[in-house]
Nanobody, 122 residues
Framework: QVQLVESGGGLVQPGGSLRLSCAASGSIFSINVLGWYRQAPGKQRELVAGITNGGSTNYADSVKGRFTISRDNAKNTVYLQMNSLKPEDTAVYYC????????????????WGQGTQVTVSS
């Protein structure tokens, strides 16, 4: 199994910055895609950004130019640098991994972290 633990959330004023981290641990055989999703109250969970093990990235239109996703493959860690934060960025942010464990290296599975709260408010 693969475990994901997020950190870095908190309260920030509009225009401020936060950096989220997500570390993967456990019986990891490989990790393909790492991503960040968010869910605001009363809304569906949505993709914020994703990054492949080759470094290709994609972003939601709402965060392009403000958020940057990166990963450290040696540490099995993904980051989300969030700049110019807006109140509408307020949500619980979840880390997501498309990974394979040593228990079943032929089969990929999707894993989720427990989430970290980001609140943008003055």
């Amino acid at each position: 199994q693969v475990q994901l633990v997020e950190s870095g959330g908190g309260l920030v004023q509009p225009g401020g910055s936060l950096r989220l981290s997500c570390a993967a641990s456990g019986s990891i055989f490989s990790i393909n895609v790492l991503g960040w999703y968010r869910q605001a109250p009363g809304k569906q969970r949505e993709l914020v950004a994703g990054i492949t093990n080759g470094g290709s990235t994609n972003y939601a239109d709402s965060v392009k130019g403000r958020f940057t996703i990166s990963r450290d493959n040696a540490k099995n860690t993904v980051y989300l640098q969030m700049n110019s934060l807006k109140p509408e960025d307020t949500a619980v942010y979840y880390c997501n991994a498309d990974a394979r464990s040593f228990a079943d290296p032929a089969t990929g599975s999707v894993y989720w972290g427990q989430g970290t709260q980001v609140t943008v408010s003055s």
